[in-house]
């Protein structure tokens, strides 16, 4: 019987993971759609796949997993939550030529896009976002809905907590066991920044070396 794997997001980054997960879902008999529940969504079909509500799917026949390619973390939690709830396997989709080292834990609902890299010692939370050309280095500890867009440069003993978002481009310089440099939860790293001292919660980072983005 053919089961749904549904890519949670029609728009560019799902759009961006879906050839990833039929290569790695591709011994599978699965059908590939789209879920998106976007009512000004003027389409059903993108890059030759279905595009279905969250309840049409749920319609369409059993469910063999969902990847939620949301960029917005509290979003991303709320699908990945509904998923759980409605008993809908959540999917890892990581990309044939990633790297992930020994000791290395990952939480469920992982995205990892080609060309990033996860190196040892690692412990990663869930709903976990790598784009392209990425890595993260040894004895980091990274926590729930952390978002790293390409091209991130996350060097050893690095703390991110929760829900924070490292920007394209961005360096965050290696800390020690002892003093690990710390990206508190909901902060945002603009794109390119270099960070070179810890980060508080909810602060927006920019430029080398970062500072704090003034709000006018």
């Given at each position: 019987m053919t089961r749904l794997i549904g890519i949670y997001g029609a728009s560019g980054f799902g759009r961006e993971v879906m050839p990833i997960a039929r290569d790695r879902y591709a011994h599978d008999d699965a059908r590939f759609v789209f879920i998106d529940d976007d009512?000004?969504?003027?389409?059903?079909?993108?890059?030759?796949?279905?595009?279905?509500?969250?309840?049409t799917f749920l319609e369409a026949g059993p469910a063999a997993g969902v990847a939620v390619a949301i960029a917005d973390a509290p979003?991303?939690?709320?699908?990945?939550?509904?998923?759980?709830?409605?008993?809908?396997?959540?999917?890892?989709?990581?990309?044939?030529?990633?790297?992930?080292?020994?000791?290395?834990?990952?939480?469920?609902?992982?995205?990892?896009?080609?060309?990033?890299?996860?190196?040892?010692?690692?412990?990663?939370g869930r709903g976990f976002h790598a784009n392209i050309y990425s890595y993260v280095a040894h004895d980091c500890v990274i926590g729930d809905f952390v978002t790293l867009a390409p091209g991130v440069k996350c060097n050893g003993n690095v703390n991110i907590h929760d829900f924070a978002y490292i920007g394209t481009g961005a360096i965050l310089r290696q800390g020690t066991g002892e003093k690990p440099l710390v990206i508190g939860a909901g902060a945002v790293v603009g794109m390119g920044a270099v960070v070179t001292k810890d980060v508080a919660p909810g602060a927006t980072v920019i430029g080398n070396p970062a500072r704090l983005l003034e709000k006018k």
């Open positions: 009512p000004t969504q003027a389409v059903d079909r993108a890059n030759g796949h279905d595009i279905l509500t969250w309840e979003v991303r939690r709320m699908l990945m939550d509904r998923c759980v709830a409605a008993g809908v396997p959540i999917c890892e989709i990581r990309a044939s030529n990633v790297t992930v080292g020994d000791d290395v834990q990952i939480g469920e609902g992982a995205i990892l896009q080609p060309f990033s890299s996860i190196t040892s010692n690692i412990r990663i």
